[in-house]
């Protein structure tokens, strides 16, 4: 492993699990964490999980578990470039979805809907509840017992309320502090995947065209570049050299960024980084360019009629399944009529954010269909 700039995340100086465990050796703490993520049941469940496109929509659209891995990727390089956490930022990539219903964001804003008067529903809170307790593969203790260090960088937003039920993981949010820069920079990675990928997907599905893209800064710049050099590319193949270079513009500059303002502020070990600005950053102008590429796909993409007519009928999926099992908790499966035992509501939102696209439909059906079997 390369050398740890004195800023990053050691493994050896982390602030631990909640449950004490004999050392990872011959693995690093963050090594175990990853190799638990890895091996859960929730990871998994991201290969039929919707990122834009709902899984039968097609074979090659990216889903929760591919984007989650693209995450991964970008981080890792943008680790190695600033002296960071490698297996840390891999970590906090291939978990930071697992919280995430079905139906993408359109299925947790109907989960938050359905939950309002039971505390509301937060997929990133809810990939901290997956790994602390849902998972259940340890004889000693629910969940994955991730340190310290993983589970702050998956929580990477949380509502005052929620955080100040946290204790020390949530402090931060009440305090104005900072996470791990592995963290930081995991939520950059994740922002470079998903807008650079969903111009792709979008391509692909023909939602959206080249000739719109063209009027926006950021693909113009990277499509011309690729035609002056090869004038006779066309189809996925123009689409792919353009996406790649916007890709690698967005990992030079935050990493050009981020070391300037590491210099600006010295920090010389993690806690000095939680007491800085953030530091993870784009420049000024990439971001302006970032932020024309996201209004861009939420205006042609994600409110794309044939997007939200599928999301319109996600959300009634999502909400008729929930007030089912709140009439009848003797439809929920066993383990979760226990928990529905202590916290009902909670209990239905655990099992209805822990679906896939394809199960949530399928339980759909085996609940309000008479002809279908239970």
Do not use: W
Request: charged share 30%; net charge neutral.
């Amino acid at each position: 492993m390369p050398e740890l700039a004195p800023y990053a995340a050691d493994p050896a100086q982390s602030r631990g699990r909640r449950h004490p465990e004999p050392p990872a050796t011959p693995r690093t703490e963050f090594q175990r964490d990853r190799d638990r993520i890895v091996h859960s049941t929730a990871f998994r469940r991201l290969e039929y999980k919707t990122q834009v496109f709902i899984n039968h929509e097609g074979d090659l659209f990216r889903t929760r578990l591919t984007h989650s891995l693209e995450v991964a990727q970008i981080g890792r390089t943008l680790a190695r470039l600033l002296g960071l956490n490698e297996d840390l930022i891999e970590t906090v990539a291939l978990a930071h979805d697992l919280g995430h219903t079905p139906f993408g964001h359109t299925g947790q804003d109907a989960l938050n809907e359905c939950m309002k008067p039971h505390g509301g529903f937060e997929h990133n809170l809810q990939s901290l509840r997956v790994v602390d307790e849902l998972e259940q593969r340890y004889a000693d203790f629910e969940g994955l017992n991730l340190t310290f260090e993983a589970r702050e960088g998956i929580l990477k937003h949380c509502s005052p309320r929620n955080a100040g039920r946290l204790g020390e993981l949530g402090a931060r949010f009440l305090q104005g502090r900072q996470p791990s820069l592995e963290a930081q920079i995991t939520n950059l990675a994740d922002e470079i995947a998903y807008n650079n990928h969903d111009v792709d997907d979008g391509l692909r599905s023909g939602l959206i065209e080249l000739a719109q893209l063209e009027e926006i800064a950021l693909f113009r710049r990277h499509l011309d570049e690729v035609r002056a050099r090869h004038p006779a590319l066309a189809g996925r193949r123009l689409v792919n050299e353009t996406v790649r270079r916007m890709i690698n513009t967005l990992v030079v500059d935050l990493v050009e960024q981020t070391r300037a303002n590491l210099a600006e502020h010295r920090p010389q070990n993690l806690e000095d980084v939680r007491l800085c600005p953030p530091l993870a950053a784009f420049s000024p102008g990439v971001r302006a360019a970032q932020l024309e590429l996201k209004r861009f796909l939420f205006q042609n993409l994600y409110r794309h009629y044939r997007v939200v007519r599928m999301s319109e009928k996600a959300k009634r999926l999502i909400r008729a399944l929930f007030e089912a099992f709140m009439a009848t908790p003797a439809l929920l499966p066993p383990e979760f009529q226990a928990r529905a035992e202590a916290d009902l509501p909670r209990a239905v939102a655990d099992y209805i954010a822990g679906m896939t696209d394809r199960f949530a439909i399928r339980e759909h059906r085996r609940i309000f269909d008479i002809e279908e079997l239970a």
